[in-house]
């Protein structure tokens, strides 16, 4: 089955420009002032990166001048667990690779059979070395959409003196956000994942934060990140924050169609898996198994049906290898190999959900022929 125009559920690899965004950046694109300059064109430069930072900073309950704009949520990333001057860096095992190739001699942490980060392991771990150390957790995992225990990670760091950091990229706009709540000292954002544009992205300093600069030769956002701003994608991430979190509240009702597409699937494919199913997710993410029939494949016939999914990480130049996360989580290789990401967003209806399983029933049936 193949539907007449191409169905979007790639969400949690990149979100469509969300018309507020498109609209906030087309309005700066005749600004030519730069945001650094005294004179009228760079205050009016200013001015714009000032709004775009309030916006940013409400969507995660932080203080404007904690907002640090990058150039996406991989240099964030990078800034955080390496600027942040920490001898150890200790992070879960089902990171982002931004996270888990950020610096050399990382830690990781073991998870549960869920993707769960092991806060007994945790607590070992900080408790065999008392080296100034940076605890890194997700909050919600981008293949499984699972939800991690960030507070309490934070609260046993705390204890033994770690700074925590937390990439919340995949939750952001999708679930209500509370950095102070967290008990988080660093929280990375990216704008292209809740419908701003791609190439900026912000990392949240906590105010008892001393955090040495990955980009030197200039003294923008207050010495903490060189080079003129990017005004007009800023602008983009303002706007986007702006109406994610005005929206936020509609988002849970992605669930009701996340859970709809995988009840279709469960009941209309044997064999077939839901991973990280019965624990926390965020509304919009299933991860499914197919075993016996790679993700590469899986992937590309679907596209070929009129249906954009993805595999594993979206970051990795294209490449579709088995997952660690799911490896991570004791899965076999076989299992890993064999798992897709199906992520909702805006625009997705019912109507979507009931062709997706449709088209996934006749490949799965197709593909399991072909292998006999």
């Not at 610096?103 to 771990?125: N, Q, S």
């Not at 956002?221 to 702006?242: L, Q």
Request: proline residues 4%; hydrophobic residues 45%; aromatic residues 4%.
């Amino acid at each position: 089955m193949t539907v007449e125009s191409p169905c979007y559920l790639d969400h949690n690899a990149t979100a469509p420009l969300r018309p507020q965004a498109a609209q906030a950046m087309a309005s700066v694109f005749a600004q030519y002032g730069n945001p650094s300059s005294v004179h009228s064109f760079g205050r009016a430069a200013r001015r714009i990166v000032e709004d775009a930072r309030r916006h940013v900073a409400a969507l995660v309950s932080a203080r404007p001048e904690d907002v640090v704009f990058t150039s996406g949520g991989t240099e964030a990333n990078n800034l955080a667990l390496r600027g942040a001057g920490r001898a150890r860096i200790l992070v879960s095992a089902v990171e982002h690779p931004s996270v888990l190739e950020a610096a050399d001699g990382i830690e990781t942490i073991t998870v549960d059979k869920y993707g769960v980060v092991d806060l007994d392991a945790l607590t070992r771990m900080l408790a065999e070395d008392d080296a100034p150390a940076l605890v890194s957790v997700m909050l919600a995992n981008n293949e499984t959409g699972v939800i991690q225990p960030v507070a309490p990670a934070a609260a046993w760091a705390r204890e033994h003196g770690a700074l925590v950091h937390c990439d919340a990229v995949q939750a952001a706009g999708r679930i209500p956000l509370d950095m102070a709540g967290l008990g988080v000292d660093l929280l990375t954002l990216s704008a292209h994942k809740l419908g701003g544009p791609k190439g900026v992205g912000a990392l949240i300093v906590g105010d008892d934060v001393t955090l040495s600069p990955l980009l030197r030769g200039g003294g923008q956002e207050r010495g903490r990140r060189a080079g003129t701003e990017n005004v007009s994608g800023i602008a983009g991430f303002g706007a986007a924050a702006a109406a994610a979190l005005s929206e936020i509240e509609q988002a849970r009702d992605l669930a009701v169609l996340r859970d709809s597409l995988e009840e279709g699937l469960l009941r209309n494919i044997p064999g077939v898996r839901v991973v990280g199913a019965g624990i926390a997710r965020i509304p919009n993410t299933s991860c499914i198994a197919l075993p016996g029939v790679s993700a590469e494949t899986q992937v590309m016939a679907l596209d070929l049906a009129g249906f954009a999914v993805s595999a594993g990480s979206a970051c990795s130049s294209g490449k579709v290898k088995a997952s660690h996360v799911l490896q991570a989580m004791g899965l076999t290789e076989e299992i890993a190999g064999c798992a897709i990401r199906v992520s909702l967003g805006r625009g997705n209806i019912e109507a979507d959900i009931d062709a997706f399983v449709a088209a996934y029933r006749e490949f799965a049936s197709r593909a399991r022929t072909s292998a006999a």
